[in-house]
Protein backbone atom coordinates (compact mmCIF):
# COMPACT_ATOMS: atom_id res chain seq x y z
CA UNK A 1 0.00 0.00 0.00
CA UNK A 2 1.20 3.64 -0.55
CA UNK A 3 1.83 5.75 2.41
CA UNK A 4 2.79 9.13 2.25
CA UNK A 5 4.79 10.63 5.45
CA UNK A 6 5.08 14.50 6.07
CA UNK A 7 7.99 14.71 9.29
CA UNK A 8 7.68 18.03 10.39
CA UNK A 9 3.97 18.45 12.44
CA UNK A 10 4.88 22.28 12.66
CA UNK A 11 7.01 24.79 10.57
CA UNK A 12 7.30 28.55 11.07
CA UNK A 13 9.08 31.35 8.87
CA UNK A 14 9.63 34.85 9.07
CA UNK A 15 7.51 36.79 6.75
CA UNK A 16 9.05 36.91 3.15
CA UNK A 17 11.62 34.14 3.94
CA UNK A 18 11.57 30.94 1.98
CA UNK A 19 10.70 27.94 4.05
CA UNK A 20 10.58 23.98 2.58
CA UNK A 21 8.12 21.30 3.72
CA UNK A 22 8.92 17.71 3.75
CA UNK A 23 7.14 14.57 2.20
CA UNK A 24 8.25 11.33 1.43
CA UNK A 25 6.05 8.36 -0.12
CA UNK A 26 6.11 4.67 -0.55
CA UNK A 27 5.30 3.17 -3.77
CA UNK A 28 5.74 0.47 -6.40
CA UNK A 29 4.29 2.02 -8.74
CA UNK A 30 6.58 3.66 -11.58
CA UNK A 31 4.35 6.36 -12.79
CA UNK A 32 2.14 8.38 -10.51
CA UNK A 33 0.70 11.90 -9.42
CA UNK A 34 2.16 14.37 -6.23
CA UNK A 35 0.02 16.98 -5.20
CA UNK A 36 0.26 19.45 -2.44
CA UNK A 37 -2.83 20.93 -1.17
CA UNK A 38 -3.29 23.51 1.23
CA UNK A 39 -5.90 24.46 4.31
CA UNK A 40 -6.12 27.24 5.21
CA UNK A 41 -8.21 27.85 8.42
CA UNK A 42 -11.21 28.39 6.05
CA UNK A 43 -11.41 24.38 5.89
CA UNK A 44 -11.43 24.06 1.99
CA UNK A 45 -8.65 21.95 0.88
CA UNK A 46 -6.88 23.97 -2.42
CA UNK A 47 -4.53 22.76 -4.45
CA UNK A 48 -1.32 24.81 -4.00
CA UNK A 49 0.88 22.73 -7.10
CA UNK A 50 1.23 19.27 -8.64
CA UNK A 51 3.77 16.62 -10.29
CA UNK A 52 3.89 13.82 -12.82
CA UNK A 53 6.22 11.46 -11.58
CA UNK A 54 7.29 10.77 -15.84
CA UNK A 55 8.46 14.63 -15.90
CA UNK A 56 11.67 15.16 -14.89
CA UNK A 57 11.50 19.05 -14.85
CA UNK A 58 10.10 20.11 -11.17
CA UNK A 59 6.85 22.19 -10.94
CA UNK A 60 6.71 25.32 -10.50
CA UNK A 61 3.52 27.91 -9.81
CA UNK A 62 4.67 31.66 -8.88
CA UNK A 63 6.58 31.68 -5.39
CA UNK A 64 5.62 27.78 -5.03
CA UNK A 65 8.20 25.21 -6.41
CA UNK A 66 8.80 21.75 -5.64
CA UNK A 67 11.94 19.40 -5.48
CA UNK A 68 11.21 16.24 -6.66
CA UNK A 69 13.60 13.14 -6.30
CA UNK A 70 12.06 10.37 -7.72
CA UNK A 71 14.62 8.17 -6.61
CA UNK A 72 15.12 8.55 -2.88
CA UNK A 73 10.73 9.19 -3.16
CA UNK A 74 10.91 12.64 -1.83
CA UNK A 75 8.83 15.76 -2.76
CA UNK A 76 9.21 18.87 -0.81
CA UNK A 77 7.77 22.08 -1.18
CA UNK A 78 9.40 25.03 -1.12
CA UNK A 79 7.73 28.45 -0.61
CA UNK A 80 9.56 31.51 -1.23
CA UNK A 81 9.06 35.33 -0.27
CA UNK A 82 6.24 33.59 2.47
CA UNK A 83 3.38 35.79 3.06
CA UNK A 84 0.66 35.89 6.03
CA UNK A 85 -1.77 34.17 3.50
CA UNK A 86 0.45 31.15 3.21
CA UNK A 87 -0.54 30.23 7.20
CA UNK A 88 -2.60 26.81 6.59
CA UNK A 89 -1.67 23.19 6.85
CA UNK A 90 -0.36 21.66 4.01
CA UNK A 91 -0.89 18.55 3.03
CA UNK A 92 1.44 16.03 0.46
CA UNK A 93 -0.34 13.73 -1.41
CA UNK A 94 0.11 11.12 -3.84
CA UNK A 95 -2.46 9.09 -6.24
CA UNK A 96 -1.18 6.55 -8.92
CA UNK A 97 -1.74 6.97 -12.51
CA UNK A 98 -3.00 3.47 -13.22
CA UNK A 99 -6.37 3.23 -14.63
CA UNK A 100 -8.70 1.50 -11.62
CA UNK A 101 -6.28 3.11 -8.44
CA UNK A 102 -8.74 6.26 -8.10
CA UNK A 103 -7.36 6.77 -4.22
CA UNK A 104 -5.52 10.19 -3.28
CA UNK A 105 -3.50 9.16 -0.12
CA UNK A 106 -2.79 12.16 2.27
CA UNK A 107 0.18 12.46 4.65
CA UNK A 108 -0.78 13.66 8.06
CA UNK A 109 0.24 17.19 7.54
CA UNK A 110 2.30 20.06 8.35
CA UNK A 111 0.96 23.52 9.85
CA UNK A 112 2.64 26.17 8.37
CA UNK A 113 2.65 29.64 11.00
CA UNK A 114 4.24 33.04 9.37
CA UNK A 115 6.13 35.15 11.60
CA UNK A 116 4.93 38.84 10.86
CA UNK B 1 -17.94 28.24 -12.62
CA UNK B 2 -19.43 26.63 -9.12
CA UNK B 3 -17.49 24.22 -6.67
CA UNK B 4 -18.36 21.30 -4.91
CA UNK B 5 -21.40 22.26 -2.70
CA UNK B 6 -21.54 20.45 0.69
CA UNK B 7 -24.09 21.04 3.15
CA UNK B 8 -24.56 21.70 6.03
CA UNK B 9 -21.71 23.40 6.95
CA UNK B 10 -22.04 22.45 10.83
CA UNK B 11 -24.13 20.05 11.91
CA UNK B 12 -24.37 19.50 15.96
CA UNK B 13 -26.60 16.05 17.50
CA UNK B 14 -27.24 13.61 20.21
CA UNK B 15 -25.82 10.28 19.89
CA UNK B 16 -27.94 7.93 18.21
CA UNK B 17 -29.58 10.35 15.63
CA UNK B 18 -29.56 9.88 12.26
CA UNK B 19 -27.33 12.23 10.44
CA UNK B 20 -27.44 13.06 6.48
CA UNK B 21 -24.58 14.89 5.00
CA UNK B 22 -25.04 16.35 1.12
CA UNK B 23 -22.86 17.06 -1.55
CA UNK B 24 -23.21 18.88 -5.20
CA UNK B 25 -19.96 18.01 -6.81
CA UNK B 26 -18.85 19.56 -10.09
CA UNK B 27 -20.92 20.04 -13.28
CA UNK B 28 -19.22 17.37 -15.51
CA UNK B 29 -16.76 15.32 -12.53
CA UNK B 30 -17.46 11.45 -13.76
CA UNK B 31 -15.53 10.84 -9.71
CA UNK B 32 -17.42 12.01 -5.83
CA UNK B 33 -15.16 11.04 -3.10
CA UNK B 34 -16.23 11.27 0.54
CA UNK B 35 -13.12 11.97 2.73
CA UNK B 36 -13.45 12.16 7.02
CA UNK B 37 -11.04 14.54 8.38
CA UNK B 38 -9.69 13.82 12.02
CA UNK B 39 -6.81 15.35 14.15
CA UNK B 40 -6.10 11.11 15.40
CA UNK B 41 -5.75 9.20 11.83
CA UNK B 42 -5.80 12.82 9.25
CA UNK B 43 -7.88 12.29 6.17
CA UNK B 44 -9.72 9.10 5.26
CA UNK B 45 -10.85 7.71 1.95
CA UNK B 46 -14.29 6.73 2.88
CA UNK B 47 -16.17 5.68 -0.16
CA UNK B 48 -15.80 7.04 -3.92
CA UNK B 49 -18.02 6.93 -6.93
CA UNK B 50 -17.20 7.04 -10.65
CA UNK B 51 -20.66 7.84 -12.47
CA UNK B 52 -22.85 7.24 -9.90
CA UNK B 53 -21.92 3.93 -8.88
CA UNK B 54 -20.20 3.05 -5.57
CA UNK B 55 -16.82 1.57 -6.37
CA UNK B 56 -14.55 1.29 -3.55
CA UNK B 57 -16.22 1.78 0.04
CA UNK B 58 -13.87 -0.17 2.09
CA UNK B 59 -12.95 2.79 3.99
CA UNK B 60 -16.27 2.80 5.54
CA UNK B 61 -16.00 2.14 8.74
CA UNK B 62 -19.08 0.53 10.22
CA UNK B 63 -22.84 -0.22 9.05
CA UNK B 64 -23.68 2.90 10.68
CA UNK B 65 -22.57 4.64 7.90
CA UNK B 66 -23.48 4.31 4.29
CA UNK B 67 -23.50 6.35 1.00
CA UNK B 68 -25.54 7.05 -2.41
CA UNK B 69 -25.39 8.98 -5.19
CA UNK B 70 -28.77 9.17 -7.15
CA UNK B 71 -27.22 11.07 -9.87
CA UNK B 72 -24.46 12.66 -11.38
CA UNK B 73 -25.42 16.06 -8.98
CA UNK B 74 -25.99 14.72 -5.76
CA UNK B 75 -24.31 12.91 -3.01
CA UNK B 76 -25.42 11.98 0.28
CA UNK B 77 -23.15 10.21 3.54
CA UNK B 78 -25.66 9.12 6.10
CA UNK B 79 -24.58 8.27 9.50
CA UNK B 80 -27.14 6.35 11.49
CA UNK B 81 -27.23 6.03 14.50
CA UNK B 82 -24.28 8.44 15.21
CA UNK B 83 -22.05 8.15 18.03
CA UNK B 84 -19.65 10.41 19.55
CA UNK B 85 -16.38 8.79 18.21
CA UNK B 86 -18.20 10.10 14.74
CA UNK B 87 -16.76 13.70 15.29
CA UNK B 88 -15.15 14.99 12.42
CA UNK B 89 -14.90 17.20 9.32
CA UNK B 90 -16.48 15.49 6.28
CA UNK B 91 -15.21 16.04 3.01
CA UNK B 92 -16.70 15.60 0.00
CA UNK B 93 -14.46 16.30 -3.42
CA UNK B 94 -14.55 15.60 -7.19
CA UNK B 95 -12.73 15.45 -10.18
CA UNK B 96 -12.79 14.74 -14.02
CA UNK B 97 -12.45 11.44 -15.40
CA UNK B 98 -9.22 10.43 -16.70
CA UNK B 99 -7.97 11.70 -20.15
CA UNK B 100 -10.76 13.79 -20.18
CA UNK B 101 -10.27 17.38 -21.35
CA UNK B 102 -8.94 19.39 -19.10
CA UNK B 103 -8.20 16.51 -16.28
CA UNK B 104 -5.05 17.52 -14.75
CA UNK B 105 -5.78 15.14 -11.86
CA UNK B 106 -7.12 17.62 -9.35
CA UNK B 107 -9.40 16.68 -7.11
CA UNK B 108 -11.59 19.36 -6.19
CA UNK B 109 -12.99 19.61 -2.25
CA UNK B 110 -16.04 21.32 -1.03
CA UNK B 111 -15.95 22.98 2.43
CA UNK B 112 -16.65 20.31 4.39
CA UNK B 113 -19.28 19.44 7.16
CA UNK B 114 -18.02 19.36 10.33
CA UNK B 115 -19.95 16.93 12.55
CA UNK B 116 -20.27 16.92 16.32
CA UNK B 117 -22.11 14.22 18.12
CA UNK B 118 -22.77 14.96 21.87
Known amino acids: AQTVTQSQPEMSVQEAETVTLSCTYDTSESDYYLFWYKQPPSRQMILVIR??????QNATENRFSVNFQKAAKSFSLKISDSQLGDAAMYFCAYRAANFGNEKLTFGTGTRLTIIP | DAGVIQSPRHEVTEMGQEVTLRCKPISGHDYLFWYRQTMMRGLELLIYFNNNVPIDDSGMPEDRFSAKMPNASFSTLKIQPSEPRDSAVYFC????????????????FGEGSRLTVL
Open chain 1, 51 to 56: QEAYKQ
Open chain 2, 93 to 108: ASRRDRGTSGDTGELF
